[in-house]
């Protein structure tokens, strides 16, 4: 069965510094493809960037860039120079064959001062 | 703005009540898609129409049911509300279903709480 697995209930991050945040998935469809969506505390669901199974470079969306390990199913996100504003929840998914998306449980990212 | 709209923004309901959740896709989005976000269960799919027949379901409960109309706004029906019902729920649309890339575009969500 399909799965996505986000370890990381919690980060810190200093503003203008990287971060990490990770995500492992899990499936036996060799197309596939893999989105990082941002929720506020306002609750809204904010796409951030996506990668497809065949793509050959890692995905880039301004800040944002997706760390795209296949052999090892990691698709991890970096935010680079982080802001107050990128503090939220941040969800990895991945889209199944039937174009659902499977989501991870989240990682609330702090970003302080 | 993603152009997905959903009303109403919350709801306050009984349980044992049946409310009616609405979302209009994005313009020329084909697919509708509705998921539920709870905090014992996380965000999970329920139902995907595309063209106004129903494409693929998830752990939707059988008390909900939803449809697409032909001008492509989806209605979820909840019936019979429990308190565990209580929730967030998204509709997502997208233009159509199994391209190489098929982002889906989130409504606001409609807050939907049970007492």
């Known amino acids: 069965a399909q799965k996505i697995t986000q370890t990381q209930p919690g980060m810190f991050v200093q503003e203008k510094e990287a971060v990490t945040l990770d995500c492992t998935y899990d499936t036996s469809d060799p197309s596939y493809g893999l989105f990082w969506y941002k929720q506020p505390s306002s609750g809204e669901m904010i796409f951030l960037i996506y990668?497809?199974?065949?793509?050959?470079q890692n995905a880039t969306e301004g800040r944002y860039s997706l760390n795209f390990q296949k052999a090892r199913k990691s698709a991890n996100l970096v935010i680079s120079a982080s802001q107050l504003g990128d503090s939220a929840m941040y969800f990895c998914?991945?889209?199944?064959?039937?174009?659902?998306?499977?989501f991870g449980t989240g990682t609330r990212l702090q970003v302080f001062p | 703005d993603s152009g997905v709209t959903q009303t109403p923004k919350h709801l306050i309901t009984a349980t044992g009540q049946r409310v009616t959740l609405r979302c209009s896709p994005r313009?020329?989005?084909?697919?509708v898609y509705w998921y539920q976000q709870s905090l014992d269960q996380g965000l999970q799919f329920l139902i995907q129409y595309y063209n106004g027949e129903e494409r693929a379901k998830g752990n939707i409960l059988e008390r909900f049911s939803a449809q697409q109309f032909p001008d492509l706004h989806s209605e979820l029906n909840l019936s019979s509300l429990e308190l565990g019902d209580s929730a967030l729920y998204f509709c997502a649309s997208s233009v159509g279903y199994s391209f190489s890339y098929n982002e889906q575009f989130f409504g606001p969500g409609t807050r939907l709480t049970v007492l």
């Open positions: 998914a991945m889209r199944d064959n039937t174009d659902k998306l499977i």
């Open positions: 313009s020329g989005d084909l697919s």
């Open positions: 990668q497809g199974s065949y793509d050959q």
